[in-house]
């Protein structure tokens, strides 16, 4: 059907797809332009060569993707086993899971952070005298704050859960389960060796959406008051404008280079072919 | 390929045994107190149609699914509480279930890894069950790059590489066409014999059950209403569904009194015992009704299906009744649509049931 409503509107694709292209990559080039053509210098690439010598750049990358990595760590370990466990066990709450997932997409992340300041300021008051107080210090240390792991797997969920969801939907996990099983899996080994390693691809798109999100999540980390890679990107560009946009546009790349890296990684996901 | 003496560990064939089994799921009754034994080394066929429970007693006896009440016995032993990972037993699925991820070989391996045996072994293990399948030259493809017959080979091999105590086939050969379907059966049937390993082989093909299984158990919602040899099945059925559901069968009316019933002119001696009520239906098999030209009849052929050697001719009687006979096809080349034809039965005790 997809293929009969383009076919009269074929003219129409390379239109759509030039005011695409104009849209994304006009800002994109004068972004880059911005940051190599310095007004009286000419073109020079000192705001990239600059980027690493100044102060709180390598620090603020290291917690952001320190930060990523436990964010998709907790992510995965919580939802794979849950979706592998609602497929199999509960497929009628599938739409409440759904809904659930989708929550953070309509809470804007100003009223979420909102919540989290509220309790992270009432929770020690009235838990000075139990050991609680204690983990809610230690959750907001400025080293590694693990109050923004929280907060960003719930951030996650949306992304996660469609991610998982489609990697799922191309297999039988039911039938590769009780396969297993029949050759003398248990529980764990079944879900280790016969269902993950076919959710390759699923799970390497989870988490590089996670990663994108942490790298470039602004509001709850200042808000908070923590400095990871985004916080310190609008920071510097107060002081360092050229600094600041040469340094989007290089995670820009850096983005890209993971999702190309990840595209060449799962493309070779040997999905079985059904019939 | 001769199974070896690897293989040949299958000598002390497994007793199974269904024994009161019962499950609901939510209003639906599964199964309604299944008692059913399969004997040490036979190939029994659960047979019946869609939602009849034959699935979810194989299902049980795989460890899948839990009964209500009963219990499942192998050998004598309890093996309900088992997990299914514990249970020794081998099944092949209806759907492909190949790990999408590993070789053919690795998939007939992966049980062996399972029970850490060591790699060396294992590889020989299983290099050795795909030569006994035929797919000695598969085993660096992956499931995607073998046809639908293929895999199941495979999914029978590593079925089989833990040496289980019990086959299980869920209609393993009902995804593929017809012609793959017949050699796979032979195959099948070939390898479940060198071995001897006692094997339940759920399907809703008539055909499959009868030409393959030793035993054929005929389950109609959620119990057994027959098990027998497939000759006996077919030529003495306990019941009105089984004589209707294997094979074919016409109904023709008849009236019955003191044992014999009245039937298109003749009266032939009943077969088991009579239904209380005097109006019956005879239960014919097409081959044995005979059709003879005949003008002054008012019984007509109606439809005639070539068959090969057979010609299915459907007469249709006055009354309105439509009988199918198997003639040979050169008599049935005289007897085209519209002929004016008498039908009548052998002179043997015929089958009657309660007129629907």
């Not at chain 1, 600094?243 to 890209?256: F, P, R």
């Amino acid at each position: 059907m997809a293929r009969q409503l383009n076919r009269p509107g074929r003219p129409w694709r390379g239109v759509v797809l030039a005011g695409a292209a104009l849209y994304f990559l006009v800002p994109l080039a004068a972004s880059v332009v911005f940051t190599v053509d310095v007004p009286g210098q000419g073109v020079t690439f000192d705001a990239y060569t600059q980027i690493f010598g100044t102060d709180g750049f390598v620090s603020s990358l290291l917690l952001s993707l320190e930060l990523a990595a436990a964010t998709i760590a907790i992510v995965l370990l919580l939802m794979v086993p849950a979706m592998v466990a609602l497929r199999l066990g509960a497929p009628k709450l599938r739409p409440v899971v759904e809904i659930v997932c989708s929550l953070p997409l309509v809470v804007p992340p100003i009223a979420f952070v909102a919540g989290i300041g509220t309790v992270l300021k009432w929770g020690p008051e009235h838990l000075s005298r139990t050991p609680l107080f204690q983990t809610f210090v230690s959750i907001q240390n400025p080293d590694f704050p693990f109050v923004l792991v929280l907060a960003y797997v719930v951030m996650a969920l949306p992304f996660v859960y469609r991610a998982l969801d489609a990697g799922l939907r191309a297999m039988d996990v039911r039938t590769l389960v009780e396969a297993a099983r029949s050759c003398g899996a248990g529980w764990p080994q079944a879900l280790v060796r016969a269902v993950l390693p076919n959710l390759r691809g699923a799970l390497l798109n989870a988490s590089f959406l996670t990663l994108a999100l942490v790298l470039g999540e602004f509001t709850v980390a200042q808000l908070l008051g923590f400095q990871p890679f985004a916080v310190w990107i609008v920071n510097v560009s107060g002081s360092q404008a050229q600094l600041s946009v040469a340094v989007s546009v290089l995670s820009l790349l850096v983005t890209w280079a993971l999702l190309l890296a990840l595209a060449g990684f799962g493309g070779r996901s040997r999905t079985a072919p059904r019939g | 390929m001769t199974a070896t003496t690897l293989e040949k560990a299958a000598t002390t064939a497994a007793t199974v045994e269904f024994l009161g089994l019962r499950r609901e799921f939510g209003r639906t009754v599964a199964l309604d107190g299944l008692d059913l034994t399969a004997r040490p080394g036979e190939l029994l066929a659960l047979l019946g149609p869609s939602g009849c429970g034959k699935t979810t007693a194989l299902r049980m006896l795989a460890g899948f699914e839990h009964p209500d009440s009963g219990e499942v016995l192998v050998d004598g032993e309890d093996v309900t509480r088992v997990p299914a990972h514990r249970r020794d037993a081998g099944m092949v699925f209806q759907s492909y279930s190949l790990f999408p991820h590993l070789s053919a070989l690795d998939n007939v391996a992966f049980g062996l890894r399972m029970r850490k045996v060591r790699t060396a072994e294992r590889q020989a293990r299983a290099a050795e069950l795909l030569e006994l399948v035929g797919l000695g030259d598969k085993g660096a493809s992956f499931p995607h790059q073998l046809s639908g017959g293929q895999q199941q080979r495979v999914a029978l091999a590593r079925a089989l590489a833990l040496r289980p105590r019990v086959l299980l086939l869920d209609e393993p050969l009902s995804a593929l066409d017809a012609k793959v379907r017949l050699t796979l059966r032979e195959e099948i049937r070939r390898l479940q014999q060198e071995l001897g390993i006692t094997t339940l082989f759920v399907t809703h093909d008539q055909e499959e059950a009868l030409s393959m299984a030793d035993r054929v158990a005929v389950m109609r919602a959620g119990r057994l209403e027959q098990c027998a040899a497939p000759a006996e099945l077919y030529g003495r059925p306990a019941t009105a569904f089984v004589a209707e559901f294997v094979g074919t069968m016409s109904r023709i009316p008849g009236r019955v009194t003191d044992g014999t019933v009245e039937v298109l002119g003749q009266r032939l001696p009943v077969d088991g015992e009579a239904p209380a009520s005097p109006e019956v239906d005879v239960l014919v098999r097409p081959e044995a009704v005979r059709v003879t030209a005949e003008d002054a009849s008012d019984a007509r052929v109606v439809a005639s299906a070539f068959l090969g050697a057979a010609t299915r001719v459907t007469v249709r009687l006055a009354d309105g009744t439509e009988v199918k006979a198997d003639l040979p096809t050169h008599e049935a080349a005289a007897l085209g649509a519209g002929t004016a034809v008498t039908v009548s039965l052998p002179e043997r005790p015929v089958l009657v049931a309660d007129r629907l």
